[in-house]
């Protein structure tokens, strides 16, 4: 099998969960005795079944990348639970993986920190005070001025690219969303304004990914001169 290779690439994956859902007992065996205890604490069966979707496509994929049969693949867990391929595993093979509803997203990449999130647009909540707690007070004061019907829509692209940021360093939510800030400025490329009450270092880049008309995504790479490509899976 010829492997797949992103040296100067991230590949992002885009998951119908609904099209992995057919057989769920099929795609289980190729998950880990941990995994499947994992999907059995689930108490709604549409959320086991989508965790199971999710996480076998994940195994099938870096299979792509590795040359490892899929139930083979070892991970191990970082201090802050962001999971990497087993060391000695996948030759410096980096990724991250997000599901929201019926839609997963997987990025990966070699030797880079990378992180990926995607949300499920919800409309009909007010995200006011959501804002106030994690937004910084540009980003409250951005969102404010958007218009009323797209404000849902802004609000999530807004919280996938600072959660894919927390999600690319591995410190998850040790990290204050607030400590940090996006611009998603119109006609400009989302990018990181602030970092620690610091201008945001060059080495970070932020993409948005669109997964589905109802759901917004982010990429997060240290570094930059990054292509990001879109892969189906």
Known sequence: MKLL??????????IDLLLHDATPAALAVVLSHEERAR????????????????????????????????PSIAFEIGEYGKPALAAGRGDGIRFNLSHSGDVALCAVTNAC??????????????F??????FFSVAEQRFLAAVAAE????MFTRVW????????ATGEGITTSLKSFEVTLAPDEPAAFLEIGGKPAPLDWTLFETHADIDYAG????????????????
């Open 39 to 70: 999907a059995e604490r689930f108490v709604a069966e549409s959320d086991r079944r989508r965790f199971v979707a999710a996480h076998s496509a994940l195994r099938r994929i870096l299979t792509l990348y590795t040359g490892i049969d899929a």
């Open 150 to 153: 797209r404000r849902a829509e």
């Open 113 to 126: 920190d990378v992180g990926i999130d995607v949300e499920e647009v919800r409309t009909g909540t007010s």
């Open 5 to 14: 290779r992103v040296s100067d690439e991230v590949h992002v994956w885009h």
């Open 218 to 233: 982010a990429v997060a790479i240290r570094g930059t001169d990054w292509a990001v490509l879109s892969r189906y899976g």
């Open 160 to 167: 996938v690219s600072k959660e894919a940021y927390v999600k």
């Open 128 to 133: 006011e005070e959501i804002a106030t707690q």
